[in-house]
């Protein structure tokens, strides 16, 4: 049974969203994602003017002749959401948790992703694989998604991104679009988002708190690592030490983009203290320019 708040917390994501999903992100979505991925469709003989590179050799050395592979555009896609729910995730000091952010933002990409037709499906993780709901498609498996990422308890509180990715690779085989959704809280993992983005259309959704970037002149302060325990009593009221704390943080976060860059991987970052939509337009807007540059080449 589904306690009363968080069926409220569902609903009221669900009318927050929908404006934004039927005037906005609807569009985008169908013109960023739509059309980007193929499939493999059959084999058939050789025609003069076939491109050679798209010959399928093993069926033309069993048939003596020579065959090419004809692919089709993927009438529906697969939108997976990879979503970290450690205990860093639990969160919050302004209006909302992280994983409260992280809901609404995967609301917004379910609902736009099911007036397409498209299949949604979800992975949680933490330091081990938490839950899985396969990809479906539809309004109501949307809300079946939005519904676990609010109403699911974990039992790790750790984070390890690499395993998540390396399941995810295990149980979707056909390319997919990837939302890892996470606050990146974690050691080790570039290598497999390099895997990863190679294999799908990879995405890595950044979830922080302000508190996370700066602390308040509020004196003597204790601050715990909601992952491993650890505590630690900090003097806030110290103008070296509160500045300290916002290089690391900085430090950090362009360390990540940096890595992101890298990797050729894509990334919005969201923020309990502001509104989610700027960085998704912000989204949006890039891919449908990388879209149109890519055309205009190709058209030279």
């Not at 589904?2 to 927050?16: H, T, Y």
């Not at 090419?68 to 205990?87: G, H, I």
């Not at 990409?109 to 839950?131: H, M, P, Q, Y």
Request: with cysteine; glycine share 6%.
């Amino acid at each position: 049974m589904i306690p009363q708040d968080v069926l409220k917390k569902i609903r009221r994501i669900e009318i927050r969203t929908k404006r934004l999903v039927s005037d906005v992100f609807s569009g985008e979505y169908q013109s960023v994602f739509k059309g980007r991925g193929i499939e493999f469709s059959e084999v058939r003989e050789y025609l003069h003017g076939d491109d050679i590179r798209s010959i399928d050799w093993n069926v033309t050395a069993r048939m003596g002749h020579p065959f090419v592979k004809k692919f089709e555009e993927e009438r529906q896609l697969t939108v997976m959401f990879v979503v970290d729910a450690s205990a860093s995730e639990r969160f919050g000091t302004v209006g909302r948790l992280k994983t409260e952010m992280a809901a609404e933002l995967c609301a917004i990409l379910a609902f736009s992703a099911a007036r397409n037709n498209d299949r949604v499906g979800l992975i949680v993780f933490t330091d081990r694989i938490e839950k899985v709901v396969p990809p479906e498609r539809g309004r109501r498996h949307a809300l079946r998604v939005i519904r676990e990422l609010l109403y699911f308890r974990p039992e790790g509180t750790g984070t390890d991104i690499p395993l998540a990715l390396d399941y995810l690779s295990s149980v979707v085989r056909r390319h997919a679009v990837v939302f890892l959704v996470s606050d990146f809280l974690d050691e080790g993992y570039e290598r497999s988002l390099a895997v990863t983005n190679r294999r799908y259309d990879l995405i890595a959704v950044h979830v922080d708190d302000p508190r996370e970037s700066e602390l308040p002149p509020v004196g003597l302060l204790e601050l715990a690592d909601p992952e491993t325990g650890e505590r630690v009593v900090v003097d806030t009221a110290s103008a070296a030490f509160r500045e300290r704390y916002r290089d690391l943080a900085r430090s950090s976060r362009e360390a990540r983009a940096r890595a992101f860059r890298r990797l050729g991987v894509d990334a919005i970052s969201v923020t309990t203290g502001a509104d989610y939509v700027e960085p998704l337009e912000r989204f949006f807007r890039m891919r449908e320019r990388r879209a149109g540059a890519l055309v205009s080449r190709g058209r030279r």
